[in-house]
């Protein structure tokens, strides 16, 4: 299967500001990509492409004073198949994990396993470990946790969104990994671009945050925003928690006037020329609703 994905996001800078993104597909992510993937602009501005610690592909320029549009837009090819689902993938004990993913059983900026590590053995110390167990996990903050875009802000941690019960889908995201690490799981977050292929049709398009949980030697993906299998994930960031996947890290002030994301299956296209072709019609995507002034 084909999916457009892409993204359009208009800042407004007082003065130059320096800006890392991230905001392009994960070298990870296996499926063919038709037409420019890269994060483009409006303007002549010179663009360094990069991979940090996480093997994210960023993006570093420095945004000049007035408003700038940034976009991406192109087809990428996908297996169509939902997310992997294993019951019986085994929890490895501490000893047996590998050493480079011992990093993710520790607590992080938006993930305070440390202080969650009680209540999550209370709830969770009863159930199979493995995948049982990180599926109790997801069952329970997907059935805790109200989802509202007004939840959410930039400073909300693990423990805010326990106390709150509420969120947007990164703080699903938190809430489980943090209760995963608590129990011994290593747990790291994910996001990208996530559509409505086979799933309930979407109001506005959206990136998506997700998490992953290292279960019988691999990585595994789970949702607890949804909670069941999804078509189409496109991967864009890994990290310990949000913090090392900002979308926009800004070394100043600017403020976010459009958003847009768009992530549309493609059928009745045959060839890379036809598909090539849709990438000269503008994309149907409807703009959020930002408030008067979003700052990062």
Known sequence: MFIRIGFEIVLECKSETPLILALSPHPDYDGRVIGDDHVRSDSNLSMQEYIDDFGNRRT??????????LWSDCIVENSG????????????????????????????RYCESDELAERAWALFGHTPPGWARVQA???WVHNHITFGYHFGRPTKTAVDVMREATGVCRDFAHLAITLCRAMNIPARYASGYLGD????????????????????????????RHNTP?????????GQDAADGAMITSFGTHHMKLFRVWTHEVSGADTDRDLLSLLETRPDAPAMTLAPEVSP
Do not use: K
Not at 210 to 222: D, I, M, S, V
Not at 230 to 238: A, D, E, F, K, S
């Open 81 to 108: 198949l939902p997310d992997v689902f294993d019951w019986n993938a085994r929890q490895h004990s501490v000893p047996d994990l590998p050493p480079e993913v011992l990093g993710y059983l520790n607590a992080s």
């Open 137 to 139: 996990i997801c069952n």
């Open 197 to 224: 292929i086979d799933a309930p049709p979407m109001e506005i398009g959206d990136f998506s945050a997700w998490f992953e949980a290292f279960l019988e030697g691999r990585w595994f993906t789970f949702d607890a």
């Open 60 to 69: 570093r320029l420095i945004a000049p004073p007035g408003p700038l549009t």
């Open 230 to 238: 999804r078509i189409g994930r496109v991967l864009m960031v890994r």
